[in-house]
T-cell receptor
């Protein structure tokens, strides 16, 4: 079964700081990768996705993620965060079957 | 543009009671899913339906049943609720049938407490 690891479950940073959230997965074959965001009191929304092609993908709200196949990683980055980026972020991985495996999430709090 | 609609939004049950969580999507998606979200655990798949007429177990199916009533609707039933089933339940849908290359769209969730 697919395993998705997200480290540093709680992240606190100030506005304008840079953010990087790590995501590692265990499957060695072809994967489809997603980052979802859940703002307080809301449902999950797709932030960005990688299926194939350029390993650096850009999503909404200035987020980007880089797929590094050799490291089984799909880290999320944003150069300068805002207070409105306070949310929980989930990495999700699918290996081509009918299951989407989610990581345990990163709770990010941005202090104004 | 409703997307994925879940009812109810909140529910409190007593141990042993039964209830059904409803989910409907208006995007003509083939695949639908039920997850539970618990603090520090992320989202765990309970059941999914790759297409109308099919259902399959996910990671944590025990204590639950599902019905894919038609293409739009996918319900989750707790036959005899237990405190361990206190959670936030999310329904999702995707174009499918293979979820590998399609993002999922989520409902607003049902917050369920079992006393």
């Amino acid at each position: 079964a697919q395993s998705v690891s997200q480290h540093n479950h709680h992240v606190i940073l100030s506005e304008a700081a840079s953010l990087e959230l790590g995501c590692n997965y265990s499957y060695g074959g072809t994967v489809n990768l997603f980052w979802y965001v859940q703002y307080p009191g809301q449902h999950l929304q797709l932030l960005l996705k990688y299926f194939s092609g350029d390993p650096l993908v850009k999503g909404i709200k200035g987020f980007e993620a880089e797929f590094i196949k050799s490291k089984f990683s799909f880290n999320l980055r944003k150069p300068s965060v805002q207070w409105s980026d306070t949310a929980e972020y989930f990495c999700a991985v699918n290996e081509g079957n009918n299951r989407l495996a989610f990581g345990k999430g990163n709770q990010v709090v941005v202090i104004p | 543009n409703a997307g994925v609609t879940q009812t109810p939004k909140f529910q409190v049950l007593k141990t042993g009671q039964s209830m059904t969580l409803q989910c409907a999507q208006d995007m003509n998606h083939n695949s639908m899913y039920w997850y539970r979200q618990d603090p520090g655990m992320g989202l765990r798949l309970i059941y999914y339906s790759a297409s109308e007429g099919t259902t399959d177990k996910g990671e944590v199916p025990n204590g639950y049943n599902v019905s894919r009533l038609n293409k739009r609707e996918f319900s989750l039933r707790l036959e005899s609720a237990a405190p361990s089933q206190t959670s936030v339940y999310f329904c999702a849908s995707s174009e499918g049938p293979s979820i590998g290359n399609q993002p999922q769209h989520f409902g607003d969730g049902t917050r369920l407490s079992i006393l």
